[in-house]
């Protein structure tokens, strides 16, 4: 499918909330505080190598036109802004649930699926008329969600309650609701071995789920574990360590990390694209995006962004890649040949998870 999050310093906030402007171990920092963190440290402005090993120029022809639009959650004011790629421009805002954080896109059955973190539930939006058509009860604390268009699947972290809550998406009902760890935040999907991965934010690691539902891996990575994405070509998963400024690469064959890739300031969102070997991690205090090389498993380059980048989406018809900005409410387009900002589109308040669909 497609995928797609703490402070320098320990700090306790006086209780968890929806508005993760920027994550931090024992607690989460109010957006106030985060605000101020963030002016300190931004900058003023705002191995593919045996699957894949050239670089392709442009994404592959084949998918072009397929996935036409970029999915918003805006976790400040309950919306989702769907963004057309073409033209860079909001087409449409489609009223959630409360809190809304992560999407994924299933396009199997055109829907959007959207965590409300402060609704316990996932809104479904169907894609080719931007209706909630329906929403799905799920676990306490709802965030990362990712969708397995060959299982039929959708897998949501549960944060509060310590669950995944996993939804059919033919018929929109949870059919299991499965332990993880302690606080499990980002989902990731291998379409072609039907395992999930999962982050779990105070345990430092990655849960591994087969296609039967069953934990059958627990991995060590680097500290306070956000968001995770799974390469489609080589299997390998890349994993956001926020409290440790670094990218965790696990070989899945063997569930182990090979490689510890430092990125820049509290790493949040990551997205691999499926048209060439990168990966690109959105980090939040920095406000940067670093361009990570799969085949050396380097960063080639630190693209300025907005405030706070968030959540980060690759679209495989365009070459283009979205992040969202949580602190500047609007999303940055980048392209990835020239390693610029080609564009950057106003949605919501508090803009979070992104998926192309």
């Known amino acids: 499918m497609h995928a797609t999050h703490e402070s320098p310093t320990p700090c306790r906030a006086a209780g968890r909330g929806p508005l993760r402007a920027l994550r931090r171990r024992g607690g989460l920092s ?13 900058p003023a402005t705002t191995a593919h190598a045996s699957a894949q090993p050239q670089e392709s120029p442009a994404p592959r022809t084949e998918q072009a036109g397929l996935r036409l639009h ?5 976790q400040s004011d309950n919306t989702v802004s769907v963004i057309n790629t073409v033209t860079n421009r909001v087409t449409a805002t489609v009223p959630v649930g409360a809190a809304p954080t992560g999407v994924d896109v299933d396009d199997r059955y055109h829907r959007a699926y959207v965590t409300n973190h402060g609704g316990n539930s996932v809104s479904v939006i169907d894609t080719r008329t931007n209706l909630v058509t329906a929403t799905i009860p799920v676990g306490a604390g709802p965030y990362g969600i990712a969708v397995n268009d060959r299982l039929g699947r959708a897998y949501v972290a549960n944060e509060t309650d310590a669950t995944i809550s996993v939804i059919n998406t033919f018929s929109n009902t949870v059919i299991t609701t499965v332990p993880v760890g302690t606080s499990p935040f980002g989902v990731g999907v291998d379409e072609k071995t039907g395992r999930t991965y999962v982050t779990d934010l105070d345990s430092d690691s990655v849960s591994v789920l087969n296609s039967a539902n069953t934990v059958t891996a627990t991995i060590p990575v680097g500290d306070t574990p956000v968001a995770v994405a799974v390469d489609p070509y080589t299997g390998r998963a890349y994993v956001t360590d926020q409290g440790s400024d670094a990218v965790s690469v696990i070989n899945t064959r063997t569930n182990t990390v090979t490689a510890t890739v430092p990125v820049g300031t509290t790493p949040y969102g990551i997205a691999v694209t499926s048209w060439r070997p990168r ?3 959105a980090n939040q205090g920095a406000g940067t995006v670093s361009d990570i090389d799969l085949r050396t498993n380097t ?4 693209i300025p962004v907005g405030q706070a980048p968030t959540g980060v989406a690759a679209d495989p018809a365009f070459g283009r890649v979205f992040v969202t900005n949580l602190l500047s409410d609007n999303v940055s387009v980048i392209n990835p040949l020239t390693k610029r900002v080609i564009a950057t589109v106003p949605v919501g308040n508090g803009p979070s998870g992104v998926a192309i669909g």
């Open 299 to 302: 960063v080639k380059k630190s």
């Open 70 to 74: 970029a999915y918003v959650a805006n």
């Open 279 to 281: 990966a690109y991690v």
């Open 30 to 42: 109010v957006l106030g505080a985060a605000t101020a963190l963030l002016a300190a440290v931004m």
